[in-house]
């Protein structure tokens, strides 16, 4: 059974200030940190001006950086072979290809916006795993852009949070080119320990939801299925155009102004489907922050359950393994579980007592195993802190 560590904070540190050293012969100005995130509940509304409901993984990205006397680039990584250079003008939408768009799309989306970002080194390292809908996409951004942010003398008031997570959703779609809608890069920026955060879409607005598992006893168990998701296949930009559909056809502004009397009128069988799941989905959003203010998990239990139905069904976004990591991780004894992301693979997210953190995470591994799917990976999802600079 393969746990996830989300490493010691202090140590990753020293690695990734080791390895700047190593890569350039000098050392780092500064670290910033950045948390990938799983999402509880509310998945594909972030684009229909809907709620979202994410944690902030105890798994982050750092980014060691120092400022060149030059315009030039240099984005190396400890999970990428390729250590990508250039220079500062040189970034922009469709530059560079590679993954350290990611990074380099920060740097451009800063400038964009009137920061004087210099010339700069970059490293980066953690502990999120890549393309496992944990969002390591947004780990990588947001830890280079409050690096860069205190280089340019930034001070991270919540306002600039989401002026920085603004300019890295415009990094991972104008640059990286993969859709986003925002939730990724707002939790990573403005989470709050022992929090979920629920993210308003139409109003841009945020709320702090205490999210105290432990005096219940449970915890959430987050399954990476290895099954590499891919937004840029297709299935993410189909889904939409189907949810456009519905939203001219029912003319109103977003899904969010829809109700499901409305959604049952539309007429084309797969639109009223994919329609049906958003606005379904933002009322559990919903019921969903109410149910953990009341501390009523049960409850919390049966809306992941309808909430992985919709997806499966309504939206057509899981899959076999998917599919099996949740039906399973309920059989073993979790109160409830759902896929988490944006589909097509990805991870799975379950509430579970902590006396049965292992034998479901067993489980879970036997039922991939029989079905000769590769082994999953599990995460411990301990809902953590925001991006920051990390002390030396
Ligand atoms: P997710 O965000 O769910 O992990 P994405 O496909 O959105 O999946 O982003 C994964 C991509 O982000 C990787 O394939 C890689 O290009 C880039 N990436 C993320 N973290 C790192 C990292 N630490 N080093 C290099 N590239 C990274
Ligand atoms: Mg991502």
Redesign the pocket.
Known sequence: MAFVSPGVPADLVHAVRASFRSAYGRPADVVGRAP?RVNLIGEHTDYNAGLCLPVALPHA?CAAVARRDDDRVRIA????PRMWEGDLASSGPGHPT?????AAGVLWALREAGHAVPGLDIY???T?????????????ECSVAVAVAKLVGLEPSDDVRRELAAACVRA?TEV?G?P?GGM?QTVSLLARTDCALLIDFDEHSTRQIELDLEPAGLVLLVTDTRV????NDGGYAARRADCEHAVARLGVASLRQADLVDVEGLADERVRRRARHVVSEIARVELAVRAIEDADWARVGDLFEQSHASMRDDFEISCPELDAAVETAVEAGAVGARMT??GFG?SSVAVVPQERVEAVARAIDARFAAQGFRAPAHLRAVPSAPAGICAD
Do not use: I, K, N
């Not at 990584?77 to 990428?80: D, K, L, V």
């Not at 999120?128 to 990588?140: C, E, F, N």
């Open positions: 990938g990205t990584s400890r999970q990428e590679e993954w350290a768009s990611y980066v390292d953690g999120v795993p890549l393309g496992a809908g944990l969002s390591s996409s947004a780990a990588l991972e990286a993969a986003t990724d590499t998701h891919s937004l992301g944006g990805g």
